[in-house]
């Protein structure tokens, strides 16, 4: 029902103009699709947006927009994107691609399905990109330039909506797009993001000796996104519980493993070690460059 | 004996023409010295420093500009520096000041303090700079523009010699310096360079599911010092030992805390621990910037 030519034809709502749906509204601005409209509970945001012409026009009642929405692409916390879905369920045109941007899958996946029944196709997915802080304040156009994107279908979506879903983020900027099971999104995603914020978070409240002219640079980038939104990681965190404690308790091994060697002040063991996160450190950044 | 107007009447020595030691000579070029000598054991360094002017002569021997040297910069790991200088001990001049660029202090100074004896003073150093991997192929003229410099006085060096090296290194571009006693050094620094690249290690090691398209920003930062000499490394941190033992301790009671919160389901206790870290990060972002 949708391909990349006729992204001019299409009338796309994004729900919630903060941080992510700022950003993709700007990045659609190029496209000149039909209308790109926005639903916010914040007046001010929605007015600025239209004042920027960054949207068609904004709406605090989200029954206007979405009877002729085309696309809907759900920008919000994991637990509001159920909950406005279920809210709003009867007001979305039959046939509609609602897509979302939250960093966990699987458990809002089952959620939303549950819902949205034959009439429409919901399609997970999570862009690979952001920064910290949080709002539309904080958006930028040029967010997700370059970035991969994880799209996270099920056997239920029709294939035709989920290339066209790939269509679309490609053509606001993202780089590469992966197709992976919800369950298999949520378990990587455990190591490779979630885990990391806590680690930053945990490295700055182990100790209260913090004073900038030590902080060597090791320090800053393990703790960059210790600048985090609370609230909303803290609902992503516990939405993906098990696959986390798995993570952390790997974790600790690895950290114990260092511990053993320094506290036998084994050398061998140690290098042993460090060289083993050398040799994995540098074979991500060759699958970079190479685009493997 | 030598102040900032008169680092153009100076022999300077460095030894050790690696990472550190080739951005000091390049760094040194535009101060006009009397003399930039370099002492390594690779020939082919010494003549592409030549060549490049980066240094006025290079030797494989320290007993021809030892003699003639009224500073020296060492640059070698730990322990070839404690080497070097009870190799060469009665090469040095009466009165040269010799300082070291080693990531670790308590130990070194006590150890070379034992053998320069009166007639020399040992000033220790520490460049909060660097980059990841090593030899002189990554030296850089701007690697210490802006950042900090600890020096770790000890009551036996004369004052007129530390302020000498304050000049110095903030002449190649250090902004703030930074004094410290040598035990102190150890244990901030345990925590602000060890631990965070012990951490880096770990998070490489503890999971072999690496993927470059699914490694979020937050991933790539935390590991990004995993790129590392091994060998170096492993002797800074058994050489720092129990100092980095007990930062390992403390930050795994805080990953923890936040693995009990999450086991639990405890949203409110992991809201805290995320704002504390949010907050400390904040601080320090703060000082940074207002040069707190």
Redesign the interface.
Known sequence: MFNHLEIANCNITIVGLGLIGGSMAMALQGLNCANVWAVDINENVLHDAEKSKIISKGYLDPGIPLPKSDIVIMCLYPDLTVKFIKDNICKFRTGTIITDTAGIKSKLINEITAIVGNDLDFIGGHP???REGSGYAQAAENMFKGA?Y?ITPTPKNREENILAVEKLVRAIGFK?V?R?DPQV?D???A???H?????????????????????????K????????N??L???L??SN?IN??R?????????????NA??N?D?QS??T??????K??????R??KTG?
């Open positions: 690979m990109a952001g991969s994880i590469e992966v992976l999104h378990q990587i995603i190591y490779t993001s885990l990391p914020h806590i680690i930053a978070s945990a490295l700055i409240n182990c100790n209260q000796n913090h004073t900038r002219l030590i902080a060597a640079g090791s320090f980038d393990a703790t960059r996104v210790a600048i985090i609370s609230k990681w803290s609902e965190i516990l519980r986390i404690l993570q952390i308790d790997g974790f600790i091994n690895s950290l114990a493993d260092f511990r320094i506290a002040n050398a140690l290098i070690q460090l060289e083993q996160g050398r994995g450190k540098e074979a991500l950044m699958d970079e493997n």
